[in-house]
């Protein structure tokens, strides 16, 4: 009886990490791009990383997070050049290597 509800929640495990997978890799990409080839590719992944998912969950568990998405780490870029342009600004930087001291 045990093994059975093991099974299940392992099942259960699966489906939800394969559809939230591939909907993350779905999604990362610019809108409209998404192919046939596109959809077939996300779908095995988020099926493989499925059958990984209580290795996932420890690792969530450890960690506190997910790994950041496309957009999260393009957003973090975007502020770190716009704080290095202001820096740059500041400093009377106007190319790489010569500034106004």
Do not use: C
């Amino acid at each position: 009886m045990v093994g059975w509800l093991i099974l299940l929640a392992y099942l259960a495990g699966l489906v939800y990490a394969a559809r939230r997978i591939s909907w993350l890799l779905l999604n990362s990409d610019t809108p409209g791009s998404n192919d046939l080839e596109d959809r077939v590719i996300a779908r095995l992944m988020g099926f493989l990383a499925g059958l990984l998912w209580p290795l996932i969950a420890v690792a969530v568990l450890v960690t506190g997070r997910l790994p950041k998405t496309d957009q999260e780490i393009r957003n973090q870029l975007r502020e770190r050049d716009a704080r290095i342009a202001e820096l740059e600004h500041e400093l009377g930087i106007t190319e790489r290597g010569t500034h106004r001291a």
